[in-house]
């Protein structure tokens, strides 16, 4: 699965909603083994210009639980 949102990230990049929209939906539905993967790449990918975005997203996340 976070293969999938991986590529749908990267599709809907060019919208800073879309991209908002699809990163929840991503952050909802991996495992939770897989948010530390998904974090580090969309910073890695992204973070350069969605970094507000992204903060947002994963700041109710709670990481901790892994």
Known sequence: MLEYFKVILSKVSFSKSLFEKELRK???????????????WCYSKFGHIYQSVINRCFSRVDLAQN
């Open 26 to 40: 991503a952050i909802k539905s991996v495992l939770m083994e897989e948010l530390v993967e998904l974090r580090d």
